[in-house]
């Protein structure tokens, strides 16, 4: 019997971002908690994605906030929902 693997390679891929949806609430001490959606474009298609990994507004710096048109690499396939862990800059 003749067994056949499949082996997927999922290589990071890199993505412009197109638009950005945040969504805050107030924290008390800490700010506002925000979330955010980001529409990503790769190869002229735009998907959107929803980024897990809410955070504080005091905790986070200006600079650390991902930015319009920015290139990022996301190191995991790609689904509805990312992890902020997964998200670098390019």
């Given amino acids: 019997m ?11 891929s890199d993505y412009t971002i197109v ?4 969504e805050a609430r107030f924290a008390g001490k ?7 959606s980001l529409v990503l474009e790769h190869d002229g298609k735009r ?4 980024v897990r990994g809410d955070y504080h507004t005091m905790c986070v710096r ?3 906030r991902l930015q319009e048109g920015q290139t990022i690499r996301i190191n995991r396939a790609l689904g ?11």
């Fill in 19 to 22: 638009e950005i949806h945040r």
């Fill in 47 to 50: 998907v959107t994605v929803d």
């Fill in 80 to 90: 509805d929902r990312v992890n902020r862990a997964d998200i670098a800059r390019t």
């Fill in 30 to 36: 800490l700010g506002e908690l925000v979330h955010e």
């Fill in 2 to 12: 003749l067994t056949i693997l499949a082996l997927v390679v999922l290589a990071p």
């Fill in 62 to 64: 200006p600079w650390q």
